[in-house]
């Protein structure tokens, strides 16, 4: 494991609280990736050995755990994500081409976080809009028939 910081020590204690705080589930993994994200903001290697070790828990065993589940991110994500809808009524009505303006406006591909932290883009199966097609959603917020630069820029320059 990497040398931790003092700042990273408190982290770890936390994440080794929700670990005793958990022993009495039936099967806690999941509850303590969840918790632990929420703590580091994502699930390093370094977190993942830890928990590994907390839980004598095989180490690839979490990291399959964390490739399987959507939810779990090995790397940090921005500030906010955008989850950009790809199911069947969303790529028929431009989400290949709502995805390509987005990666050219934000300067990433799908799957990563701009350089500022501020967004991480994401493509989804289904966000179940599929009536306001194309649809993408950031927090808690559903945009749909966004079919031009214009409303996607105008969208995005409200989280500046």
Do not use: H, W
Request: net charge neutral; hydrophobic share 40%; charged share 25%.
């Amino acid at each position: 494991m990497t040398p931790i910081s003092p700042q990273d020590n408190a982290l770890y204690e936390r994440l080794k609280e929700v670990i005793e705080e958990t022993k009495s589930m039936r099967n806690p993994l999941i509850e303590v990736l969840r918790q632990a994200q929420d703590i580091f903001g994502y699930l390093p290697i370094e977190v993942q050995e830890f928990i590994a070790q907390e839980m004598n828990i095989p180490a690839n065993k979490i990291y399959g755990v964390i490739t399987f589940y959507n939810f779990f991110t090995m790397k940090p994500r921005g500030k906010y994500t955008i989850n950009l809808c790809m199911g069947t009524a969303c790529y028929v009505k431009g989400a290949p081409r709502l995805a390509q303006m987005m990666e050219e406006e934000l300067g990433v591909k799908i799957g990563e976080t701009t350089p500022d932290g501020k967004f991480t883009l994401s493509a989804v199966r289904c966000v179940g809009a599929c009536s306001l097609a194309p649809v993408f959603v950031i927090g808690e917020d559903t945009y749909g028939r966004v079919d031009t630069r214009d409303k996607m820029s105008a969208i995005l320059k409200r989280y500046e």
